[in-house]
């Protein structure tokens, strides 16, 4: 726009046109008050850049602050993670070994369990063992009690009918021995044989009349 001012238009009297130069004045100054307004808002804008750009850089050293500590947390998780890592290796040979145990300790439950089972079938033979044994104890007791209850009987009824028939003397005579009885197949213990006693040289009575 200056440019085309420039060229003013020159009067009758030589010089150039008062108007002209007017206007171009008034032109130059509301182009300087123009760039001066620009400058100051450059300027502002400048310190609104450079407040902007001190702002940025104080969030910038912030923000590395933070990230070094960032940094520094990672490092710290990174360690606790490794330490974590080897406990969890420590822990699963431990479970390994337990778990081999656990197998171990079970096959011998087992066997143990077997042994028992087959110890208590062993026992409720031998049990019942006993109580055949007893059944044949009792059986023989009562067997040769009653042998020996039958045999007194035959002495007692022997003894009373050598009363009856007289043949019992008052001298000491002896009594007539009960026939043998059949052995029992259940072996008794032998009662002692009494000896008779000898007859007196002194008369002796007359056996009663029968």
């Known amino acids: 726009m200056l440019g085309e001012i420039t060229r003013f238009r020159r009067t009758l ?69 490794n330490g974590m890592e080897t406990e969890a290796d420590k822990l699963r040979h431990e479970s390994d070994t337990l778990r081999l145990e656990s197998d ?8 143990a369990y077997s042994q028992a089972e087959a110890l208590r079938r062993e026992s409720a033979g031998l049990r019942e063992e006993a109580r055949a044994a007893d059944a044949r104890a009792r059986a023989v007791r009562q067997e040769t009690i009653d042998g020996v209850i039958g045999r007194l009987s035959e002495v007692f009824d022997t003894l009373r009918q050598a009363v009856t028939d007289g043949q019992w003397r008052a001298d000491g005579g002896s009594i007539p021995e009960p026939e043998p009885e059949p052995e029992s197949k259940f072996e008794s213990e032998p009662e002692p044989e009494s000896e008779p006693e000898s007859e007196p040289e002194s008369e002796s009575e007359p056996e009663p009349e029968s």
């Open 104 to 111: 171990a300790l079970r096959r011998e439950t087992e066997a």
């Open 13 to 81: 009297f030589g010089g150039f046109n008062r108007q002209d130069v007017v206007a171009y004045i008034m032109e130059l100054s509301q182009a300087r008050d123009q760039y001066k307004a620009d400058a100051e808002r450059a300027a502002s804008e400048v310190g609104q850049l450079r407040q902007d750009a001190e702002r940025m850089w104080q969030d910038a050293t912030q923000t590395k602050q933070e990230l070094d500590g960032l940094r520094a947390e990672a490092e710290a998780l990174r360690q606790k993670i």
